[in-house]
C-alpha cells in the first residue's frame, strides 16, 4: 500500500522514475545493456520484431511448444510463424530449426519455456551459419541462464513478461524488451511512445505501449525477493525430483543441479506423464491443482490459424502428456511432501493401468 500511495501521491503515472529504476534494476540482474518497460509481453514481442524489421514475407522459426502470442506477435507484423518440435527438454530442437530455414527465413525466436534458457550454443552457430538473428520470447525466464548468460541476452533482443502469474509477476499486465544493441533500443524507445522523441516531437510510426510506472514501481518492490523466491522455486523443483525420479510412467524436468550449463528458475514444473488425465483427476480428488498448459495444444494445433498441414509428432505426442506441478514459494515442505506423496500413492495403485 505504501508503494501505490507514494506513486499516486507524485502523479507518477506514465514514464516516470520508477520505470527508469525497474530498467536499471533489471538491467544489472541479467547484465544487459539497455531495458525497455513496455505493455506486456506480447506488445514486448511485437515492438521487438518491428525495431528488428521483420515483416512483409519474413519467416520466423519458433518451437510448436509455446505461447499461442510468440506466433501472434510474427503474424501481427506481417510475417510467417513457421513452427518446427522441440527436444526432450521441452525446448525448441535446433535440428527442426536448420531442417526449416529457407531464403525466407530472417528471424530464430526460441522460447526460453518454464524458466529454463535452450542450449544457446546450438541455436547461435545455426544462426550464424545462416546469417540469422535471434530474438528470444524470455517471457518465463527472467534470470534463468545458459553458461551464466542470462536468458534475453543471447540474441538481438530478448523479452519479457511480467503477467501476475510469472515469477516477477506486477499487479496486471507488463512486459520490457532488452537488447545491447543500441539502433533496437532507440527504435523500441520510439516505437512504445507514439514514435515521439525525447523532446516530443514524432519522428516516426508509433503505438501506445509503455509499461505503467506503477507497475514498476510494485516490480521493482518485489524484486527485493526475487532470487530469494527462485532458490525456494529451486529447491521445490528438487523435492519433486527426489521423490518421483524412480517412476518410470513420469519424465521430469532436469532437476536444478543436473547440468551445469544451466540455471533453471522454475517459472513451470512441467513434466510428461503416460496417465496424464487419470494421473489429474487422481490429484484434484485429493485438493491438488494441476494445469495444463496451453490446454494441452500446441501453437499448430489450434484451428482456424493456417497450420492445418503442419505435422509434429513429437510435439504432438508431449501435448498429450504435459502436466504442470503446483510451483509457487507458498508451498511448504509439508505441501510439497503430500502432492509427491500422491503422485507415489497413484503409481502405487492399479488406477495408473
Ligand atoms: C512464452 C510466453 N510468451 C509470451 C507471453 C506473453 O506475455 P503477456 O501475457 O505479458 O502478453 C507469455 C505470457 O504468458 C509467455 O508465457
Given amino acids: 500500500m505504501d508503494t501505490l500511495h507514494d506513486v499516486m501521491s507524485r502523479g507518477a503515472y506514465i514514464l516516470q522514475r520508477d520505470l ?20 506486456d509481453g506480447t506488445n514486448a514481442l511485437i515492438l521487438a520484431l518491428r525495431a528488428a524489421d ?10 510448436s511448444h509455446t505461447y499461442i502470442a510468440t506466433a501472434a506477435s510474427v503474424h501481427f507484423v506481417g510475417a510467417k510463424p513457421v513452427l518446427v518440435e522441440c527436444g526432450a527438454d521441452h525446448m525448441i530442437d535446433p535440428e527442426s530449426v536448420e531442417r526449416a ?23 547461435q552457430s545455426i ?17 534463468s541462464m545458459y553458461k551464466g548468460k542470462c536468458a534475453g541476452t543471447f540474441g538481438l533482443a530478448g523479452t519479457f513478461s511480467f503477467y501476475p502469474a510469472k515469477v516477477l509477476g506486477c499487479f496486471g499486465d507488463g512486459g520490457a524488451i532488452v537488447t ?16 515521439r522523441n525525447k523532446d516530443g516531437e514524432v519522428v516516426t510510426w508509433g503505438t ?41 510412467d513420469l519424465f521430469l524436468p532436469p532437476a536444478p543441479d543436473a547440468d551445469e550449463n544451466h540455471y533453471d528458475i522454475y517459472q513451470n514444473y512441467e513434466l510428461e506423464s503416460g496417465h496424464r488425465d487419470e494421473l489429474r483427476s487422481f490429484l484434484a480428488e485429493r485438493g491438488v491443482g494441476t494445469i495444463i498448459q496451453w490446454g494441452g495444444k500446441a501453437v499448430h494445433q489450434f484451428k482456424g490459424l ?48
Fill in 54 to 63: 521483420v515483416g512483409d514475407g519474413d519467416e520466423v522459426i519458433m518451437s
Fill in 306 to 353: 493456417g497450420f492445418d498441414n503442419v505435422r509434429l509428432p513429437v510435439v504432438e505426442k508431449m501435448t498429450s502428456r504435459f502436466l504442470m506441478l503446483p510451483m509457487h514459494t507458498a508451498l511448504t515442505d509439508e505441501d510439497v511432501g503430500y502432492i509427491c506423496d500422491c503422485i507415489v500413492e497413484f503409481y502405487s495403485t492399479d488406477y495408473a493401468n
Fill in 101 to 123: 530455414i529457407n531464403d525466407k527465413t530472417k528471424v530464430i525466436m526460441p522460447t526460453q519455456l518454464n524458466g529454463r534458457t535452450c542450449d544457446m550454443d546450438a541455436l
Fill in 127 to 143: 544462426a550464424d551459419k545462416h546469417g540469422l538473428a535471434i530474438i528470444e520470447d524470455a517471457a518465463q525466464a527472467l534470470s
Fill in 180 to 195: 545491447n544493441n543500441d539502433e533496437i533500443a532507440e527504435r523500441v524507445a520510439l516505437f512504445r511512445d507514439h514514435g
Fill in 20 to 39: 527508469e529504476e525497474f530498467e536499471e534494476n533489471i538491467r544489472e540482474l541479467i547484465g544487459v545493456k539497455h531495458v525497455l518497460g513496455v505493455a
Fill in 208 to 248: 501506445n505501449s509503455r509499461l505503467d510506472n506503477i507497475q514498476a514501481a510494485i516490480l521493482n518492490l518485489k524484486l527485493r525477493t526475487f532470487k530469494k523466491d527462485i532458490e525456494r522455486r529451486r529447491q521445490i523443483a528438487a523435492m519433486y525430483d527426489q521423490a518421483l525420479n524412480n517412476i518410470d
